[in-house]
């Protein structure tokens, strides 16, 4: 029987993202079920059922139902010959975690739309609160991630295929540009970025090809 996952999805969630990314460059036929973050399907009974944490994505794979992104790209690297998400030597499966957990880790985590709103509940802001909370932590996230590429081989992330580091940066972008952060001067942020849009994997996995859920 050919291998298929059944991805529990939001088309603009950074981590489900990521997870679609890395789905597409392992070939691995999946079929979205939207969870609407707007509507609260997350904090549904059927959906806390799979994952208590409400978060997304939820994957189910391999008679397995796995969660947190990175923990489950990890596990896609292990789990199908031929993955190089990771690379093979400790010191570069070292050195992909590091810039997979500055994006996922230190920025991501503060740019949340749960914590975000949080802020303005407690400050009365408005939405120029939250673009400006957005774009001072994304630039300044980006910043330290340029001068960790900076001694990394490219084009991508690191080297001259994509990693799990290339599933974390993009969706980042993407964040970004939604917000309107100043990511013009990172130069090599964006060879990378150009390395991996150019990949159909990354193309295939865009919150635009993806499309918004109904309602």
Not at 8 to 36: C, E, F, G, K
Not at 126 to 153: C, V, Y
Request: with cysteine; aromatic share 8%.
């Amino acid at each position: 029987m050919a291998r298929t996952a059944l991805l529990s999805d939001y088309w603009r969630s950074s981590a489900s993202y990521r997870v679609r990314i890395a789905l597409n460059l392992l070939d691995i036929p999946t079929t979205l079920r939207p969870v609407n973050l707007l509507t609260g399907d997350h904090r549904s009974d059927l959906y806390l059922a799979q994952n208590p944490q409400g978060l997304l994505p939820t994957l189910e794979i391999d008679g397995k139902v796995l969660t947190q992104s990175l923990a489950i790209i990890e596990y896609l690297h292990a789990a199908t010959p031929g993955s190089s998400l990771l690379p093979g030597d400790i010191d570069g499966q070292y050195r992909v975690r590091q810039l997979s957990y500055a994006i996922a880790m230190e920025i991501h985590p503060v740019c949340n739309l749960s914590v975000a709103q949080h802020v303005l509940d407690l400050t009365g802001g408005g939405n120029d609160t939250r673009a400006e909370w957005m774009r001072h932590f994304i630039q300044k996230g980006l910043a330290a991630f340029e001068d960790l590429l900076r001694s990394t081989d490219g084009p991508f992330c690191f080297g001259a295929q994509p990693t799990m580091a290339d599933c974390c940066l993009i969706p980042q972008l993407y964040n970004a540009d939604r917000w309107g952060a100043d990511v013009s001067g990172f130069a090599r942020i964006r060879e990378a970025a150009r390395a991996a849009e150019g990949l159909k994997a990354f193309q295939d996995a865009h919150p635009d090809a993806v499309g918004a859920p109904p309602g």
